[in-house]
DNA sequence: CAGAGGATGATAGTCATTCTCAAAACTCTG
DNA sequence: CAGAGTTTTGAGAATGACTATCATCCTCTG
């Protein structure tokens, strides 16, 4: 896993400091989507900037990914799918913004699947990945 | 369809206007949800300030919903589903941000209703409405 | 017509995110 | 280890989508 992320690091010209090492194992323990003032709570002494800056290019090499919910609230970050090796989605709480994940059927997976590639010859579409949010009320916000 | 609106306006004691019904008009004659910057494009004289003011309003008594895809980028609204009577999902491009309407198979929909339930049952959360995304380049980005 | 209540639009404010740049921390060679 | 060259960091300024403000304008009712 340490690994691959410097791998992928490289490939961008990009070295795996200490500073984006933490950020890395912050995201990788826990099991759900993490804010950037949750990821700078987590980590302790980060400055915000730096915090921004470095998930922004872990983006870009494609070691983190960026869930955006709704506008004007913070976005969380996780693993991206091919590092963790697990495909899922987000359970979205409208309320409070927090995000949570699931893992969908195979059934589900199927039926996405399909629709893409049909989507795709019809509309012109590369089809790269799909979401599925299932969105509500969390229990404390109902 | 105007009676409709009219009635949820007027359930949050509000009237349908000569700019919210410009507004309305120009959202329900697109086929697919349309920026803040093409609204008025559309529209013409209506200032940007009050198409933000009435476009919020009416997401809050169910005339309109909004869509966001990346941070920092405008919003997308649309009619709500259930004025227009047409359940449907979104393709969106990731190079310039545009998004089209499509329509999943009902084994799709059937799926996605499974998992909410079994969802739901498991995490407390109270799930109102989900959410399929097919994120890629359109023909104009590929 | 007067006056009250709401709607409009220009502008100022908010806030997540990005940019800037000087200082600090590496890296690499000799 | 020194010291030059390079990269990263951190504090604060800047950006930009969106929201709040408030004086003015409309639209009703009586
Ligand atoms: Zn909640
Ligand atoms: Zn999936
Ligand atoms: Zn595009
Ligand atoms: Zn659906």
Known sequence: MRERIVGRLARGDQRLTSSREALVAVLAVSDRPLTIPEIGAAD????????????????????????????????HYELTEDLTEHH?????????????????????????????????RRSGFRIDRHLIDLIGLCPNCA
Chains 1, 2 share one sequence.
């Open 44 to 75: 302790g002494g980060l400055a915000v900037s730096s915090i921004y800056r470095n998930l922004t290019m872990l983006e870009e090499v494609g070691v983190v990914h960026r869930v955006v919910t709704a506008s004007g609230d913070f976005a």
């Open 88 to 120: 899922h989605h987000h359970l979205v709480c409208s309320g409070c913004g927090s995000v949570e994940d699931f893992e969908a059927s195979s059934q589900l997976e199927d039926s996405v699947r399909d629709a893409a590639r049909r989507i795709a």
